[in-house]
Nanobody, 122 residues
Framework: QVQLVESGGGLVQAGGSLRLSCAASGGLFSNYVMGWFRQAPGKEREFVAAISWSGARTNYADAVKGRFTISRDNAKNTVYLQMNSLKPEDTAVYYC???????????????WGQGTQVTVSS
């Protein structure tokens, strides 16, 4: 079983950048597809980005395409989400998740972190 811990959230002005990290332990990190999701108050959890075990394949939500970049370092058991050109509507709790297939449905991811808050002020 893999444990996930996110970090890097915070308060940033619109147009700014943040990099989120998600450190994994307790499992063979390179076996897992890693995903980032977010949940704003009163809204359902939504897909942001995912990356294959090797890093060769990525997938993004339309809302973040061209602004966010997902990457991973299997030697460090860490997945990253570089977020540029942030908008107030990006405000949410961001979660990383692990599973075995590259997909967008949060209910299909088996392992989750506790989340990190990202707040973008206008």
């Amino acid at each position: 079983q893999v444990q996930l811990v996110e970090s890097g959230g915070g308060l940033v002005q619109a147009g700014g950048s943040l990099r989120l990290s998600c450190a994994a332990s307790g499992g063979l990190f390179s076996n897992y597809v890693m995903g980032w999701f977010r949940q704003a108050p009163g809204k359902e959890r939504e897909f942001v980005a995912a990356i294959s075990w090797s890093g060769a394949r990525t997938n993004y939500a339309d809302a973040v395409k061209g602004r966010f970049t997902i990457s991973r370092d299997n030697a460090k058991n860490t997945v990253y989400l570089q977020m540029n050109s942030l908008k107030p509507e990006d405000t949410a709790v961001y979660y990383c998740a692990a599973d075995f297939a590259l997909r967008k449905e949060p209910e299909k991811y088996e392992y989750w972190g506790q989340g990190t808050q990202v707040t973008v002020s206008s």
